[in-house]
């Protein structure tokens, strides 16, 4: 799954590990994401669009 979760991130000015404290999760979950190793569960995905106030369908699409 392609996503631009790093792009939002950036935006906001936050590291990686701000992000992950923020929602819940590991650092090492949040690049793992990034990298498109790993892909979200849904809870997390939402969790991710409404930190950011969009759409998941803007920070993740399918390959």
Not at 6 to 13: M, N
Not at 27 to 56: G, H, M, V, W
């Amino acid at each position: 799954m392609n996503n631009d979760l790093s792009k939002y991130r950036d935006r906001c000015e936050l590291s990686q590990g701000e992000l992950a404290e923020t929602v819940g999760v590991t650092r090492q979950t949040i690049n793992a994401i990034e990298r498109k190793r790993y892909n979200p569960s849904l809870e997390l995905a939402f969790e991710l669009a409404d930190y950011f106030d969009c759409r998941i369908e803007d920070l993740f699409s399918p390959e």
